[in-house]
């Protein structure tokens, strides 16, 4: 059993910057692949960005490169999405969640990941 909990959430004008924070329970943070997830309103949930076990390897949705950025501190069981330069677009409810890997690699597979956070909402404004 892992939980997750999402913050850092808000509201953020255009051209703006948020950072938010997944905090893991547990013992065991260091076997996970971490992701981020996103659902807009009236959307499926899509992929973000992701994170592999060691922090090493890293992934990004074509929508967010070059503007979010995924990090892990395993010390302190937590993972991170520095957001920069918002858009609109980026409206939704973020998720945090955790993929337990047999080595150090990323998955893009919703269906891969085990546990899931709640939510924390962004909302961008013009």
């Known amino acids: 059993q892992v939980q997750l909990v999402e913050s850092g959430g808000g509201l953020v004008q255009a051209g703006g910057s948020l950072r938010l924070s997944c905090a893991a329970s547990?013992?065991?943070?260091?076997?996970?692949?971490m992701g981020w997830f996103r659902q807009a309103p009236g959307k499926e949930r899509e992929f973000v960005a992701g994170?592999?076990?060691?922090?090493?390897?890293?992934y990004y949705a074509d929508s967010v490169k070059g503007r979010f950025t995924i990090s892990r501190d395993n010390a302190k069981n937590t993972v991170y999405l520095q957001m920069n330069s918002h858009k609109p677009e980026d409206t939704a409810v973020y998720y945090c969640?955790?993929?337990?890997?047999?080595?150090?690699?990323?998955?893009?597979?919703?269906?891969?990941?085990?546990?899931w956070g709640q939510g924390t909402q962004v909302t961008v404004s013009s």
């Open positions: 547990g013992r065991t943070f260091s076997r996970y692949a």
């Open positions: 994170i592999s076990r060691s922090g090493f390897n890293t």
């Open positions: 969640a955790a993929d337990q890997s047999n080595s150090d690699s990323v998955t893009l597979l919703q269906y891969e990941y085990n546990y």
